[in-house]
């Protein structure tokens, strides 16, 4: 099993434009989450699913869109970049269940300049 | 009131020694609670989980959990170089069963440095 693989691992966007962040998992887990992590600081939960065509805001969605048309997939577009979006992002996949145990992919670095 | 609070560190300890981490909460309701490492540059890594009060043991790891007093923590044994990293602790406030409650909530890590 790959786990959960995220593409690209860097990119750098000029202000105003948009882009989709990858995120697959081989596992079968229901459970799908982006996070964003700045520098020194804790994750914060940009988005999750529970399943496919099922989604839901974190505590930090502005500037962004998600969907889930599979199990498997997850990506995360952002439009209109903002220098404020300048963050490494982790996607992360759990089973269903009661104990969720999440498991990050590599994580995708992303500036905006 | 932040949910889940650690020590920022940074927190040093020798080679071969054991280092404490520990992770309060707010959430008197909270089920699960889980322990990540985290090296710079890189993904969070699940290395310990615990459910019940008590004492979890694995390898050099142990994680204890005591729900009265809302804390978990963590202790590395026998502390090794490659121990150094931030250590995350994350809380799920609920059973993930119950819906809307599939989330977990991390504090802001605590960064480890092992000194040879």
């Known amino acids: 099993n790959a786990g959960v693989t995220q593409t690209p691992k860097f990119r750098i966007l000029k202000i105003g434009q948009s882009m989709t962040l990858q995120c697959t998992q081989d596992?079968?887990?229901?459970?799908m989450y982006w996070y964003r992590q700045d520098p020194g600081m804790g994750l914060k939960l940009i988005y999750y699913?529970?399943?496919?065509?099922?989604?839901d805001k974190g505590e930090v969605p502005n500037g962004y869109n998600v969907s889930r048309s599979t199990t498997e997939d997850f990506p995360l577009r952002l439009e209109l970049a903002a220098p404020s979006q300048t963050s490494v992002y982790f996607c992360?996949?759990?089973?269903?269940?009661?104990?969720?145990?999440?498991?990050f992919g590599p994580g995708t670095r992303l500036t905006v300049l | 009131q932040k949910e889940v609070e650690q020590n920022s560190g940074p927190l040093s300890v020798p080679e071969g020694a054991i280092a404490s981490l520990n992770c309060t909460y707010s959430?008197?309701?909270?089920?699960?609670f889980f322990w990540y490492r985290q090296y710079s540059g890189k993904s969070p890594e699940l290395i310990m989980s615990?459910?019940?009060?008590g004492d979890k043991e694995d390898g050099r790891f142990t994680a204890q959990l005591n729900k009265a007093s809302q804390y978990v923590s963590l202790l590395i044994r026998d502390s090794q170089p490659s121990d150094s990293a931030t250590y995350l602790c994350?809380?799920?406030?609920?059973?993930?069963?119950?819906?809307?409650?599939?989330?977990?909530?991390f504090g802001t890590g605590t960064r480890l440095t092992i000194i040879p």
């Open positions: 992360a996949s759990s089973m269903e269940g009661p104990y969720n145990e999440q498991f």
């Open positions: 596992m079968n887990h229901n459970y």
């Open positions: 699913s529970v399943g496919a065509g099922i989604t």
């Open positions: 959430d008197r309701g909270s089920q699960s």
């Open positions: 615990i459910y019940s009060n």
């Open positions: 994350a809380v799920n406030p609920r059973l993930s069963t119950d819906f809307g409650n599939e989330k977990l909530t």
